[in-house]
């Protein structure tokens, strides 16, 4: 897009976009390591528990939803409701804790894609590059995460914790105030309408890629506990696995995409990936689940970053584009229930991974249909006519 290469952001306030982004990591997931100690805190049932995690799922969703119209507001109400949240969830009554959840998963939703696409717009020279980098901080927040509320739980300051989180936040927000923080204008091209055949492609693999990624995550673990031969720690070593090699695969391909071309690194993740899921369904051990986890996330590190690489001149020039977002929550929450729902109906969480299986499948497929719309140019050759304007799709 013309205007935009060169960056109107200071490295400074490019840095705090960065470390918010990172905290958004950390909130994303905070409640994987919470719900314990929430359920006991408040004798909540597994129903109950269920609600909060839709609470933040709900909010992410309608956060995503606007988050495109004007991204300089999208960071500036996201993060401050981010730290609304978080502050008021650690002293919040049980009842009212419903609440908290939704106002920082509104944050989320809003905070998260507008720094994705800011930092698409101010590093397009770099962009690929650039996006794995933030996508690689946001797991680092997911990690430190996991740690803290560990930490916290040990020590009994869980309710300070989750304060001091919403106060980083908050702290995050006025650097960003007093630093005038106005990001390029966004071009005068920019089309009012929500729908454009690229959207739609983009919108259904973000969808599946989020519950590719989420259904494996969550399910890992459970998975190896069903192999023969198990210790008490498989579950959390295949989970632990499985995110450290997502994390290092980011930081990894990072540096490869100085290198390497997009399109070679994002066919060869993909391919990584399936083998990965695959050998899912052929383990019989847990030791070959640890392999199957970390061959899985490698593939799989890359591909969003990428994606959204190759998406983001389509969603700048869309500012109705929201939904696309909204989509990859949306698989975030469908993909990992209905592998549960195909575990129960078949009896055999072995034949449920059937499901991220397809999925991953359907990206390559759709992705292969795009690539034989783009065949305009050698430069098309690979994948989606990165170049390529979206008024000339």
């Not at 840095?15 to 990591?25: D, P, Q, R, S």
């Not at 990859?328 to 993909?335: E, K």
């Not at 449920?352 to 783009?374: D, K």
Request: glycine share 8%; aromatic share 12%; proline share 3%.
């Amino acid at each position: 897009m013309a205007g935009l290469a060169n960056s109107r952001l200071s490295s400074r306030l490019l840095a705090v976009l960065y470390l918010e982004f990172a905290l958004t990591g950390a909130a994303t997931t905070l409640l994987g390591p919470l719900l314990p100690l929430w359920v006991k805190r408040c004798s909540l049932s597994d129903a109950d528990a269920g609600l909060l995690v839709a609470a933040q799922f709900t909010g992410g969703f309608v956060g995503s939803l606007f988050a495109n119209r004007n991204l300089r507001s999208s960071v500036l109400l996201g993060m401050p409701l981010i730290a609304a949240g978080l502050g008021s969830l650690a002293f919040a009554s049980c009842n009212f804790s419903y609440l908290c959840t939704a106002c920082y998963g509104v944050g989320l939703g809003l905070t998260m894609a507008a720094i994705n696409l800011i930092v698409a717009r101010e590093q397009s020279g770099r962009r690929a590059y650039s996006l794995t980098l933030l996508n690689f901080l946001w797991g680092v927040g997911a990690l430190v995460s996991l740690v803290l509320v560990e930490w916290a739980r040990r020590h009994q300051i869980v309710s300070w914790s989750l304060f001091g989180l919403g106060l980083i936040s908050l702290v995050l927000w006025l650097l960003l105030i007093l630093g005038n923080f106005s990001p390029a204008a966004q071009e005068a091209r920019v089309a009012e309408s929500w729908y454009s055949p690229a959207l739609l492609v983009f919108g259904i693999l973000f969808f599946l890629y989020v519950g590719v990624e989420t259904t494996v995550g969550d399910w890992t673990g459970l998975y190896a506990t069903r192999m023969q031969h198990v210790n008490d720690s498989i579950a959390a070593s295949s989970v632990g696995c499985f995110w450290l090699a997502l994390l290092t695969g980011r930081l990894v391909n990072a540096a490869l995409l100085r290198r390497i071309p997009e399109p070679v690194i994002y066919w060869l993740s993909l391919a990584l990936a399936l083998g990965g899921i695959s050998l899912y369904l052929f383990s019989h051990s847990s030791f070959q689940v640890l392999v199957a986890a970390a061959i899985t996330a490698w593939g799989l590190a890359p591909i969003f970053p990428l994606m959204l690489s190759f998406a983001s001149d389509f969603l700048l020039a869309h500012r109705n584009s929201g939904w696309v977002f909204a989509s990859a929550s949306l698989g975030g929450a469908l993909v990992p229930w209905l592998t549960g729902q195909a575990s129960v109906g078949f009896g055999s969480l072995r034949i449920a991974f059937l499901v991220p299986a397809s999925a991953a499948a359907l990206i390559v497929a759709l992705s292969l249909f795009r690539l034989g719309r783009s065949r305009r140019s050698t430069k098309d050759f690979l994948f989606f006519p990165i170049h390529t304007r979206p008024d000339q799709e």
